[in-house]
């Protein structure tokens, strides 16, 4: 079987605890971290990550996308100080 996943894309200034953000993200909405590719860039990330369901199945559901593109977008920016 073909290792499947879905690639979800992250380009934001960079903060402490970031990927602890992140983490806890996919975890309440019952993904799976299959890997990553972190990149730091000055003060701003470029990171690509692979997701799966719990099932280790790529994520097809539009809602589930959009849900978690909403909360990593809500979650980041809340956490941007200016």
Do not use: K
């Not at 996943?5 to 799976?32: C, F, H, K, W, Y």
């Not at 978690?68 to 809500?74: E, G, R, Y």
């Amino acid at each position: 079987m073909i290792n499947q996943r879905t690639v979800m894309e992250v380009v934001t200034p960079d903060r402490p605890g970031l990927l602890a953000r992140i983490g806890q993200i996919l975890l309440s909405n019952n993904l799976s971290l299959v890997t990553a590719r972190i990149a730091t860039l000055g003060e701003r990330v470029e990171d690509v990550f692979f997701i799966s369901d719990m099932n280790g199945q790529p994520i097809s559901e539009a809602e589930l996308c959009e849900a978690l593109q909403s909360d990593i977008c809500a979650q980041l920016d809340e956490q941007v100080e200016i």
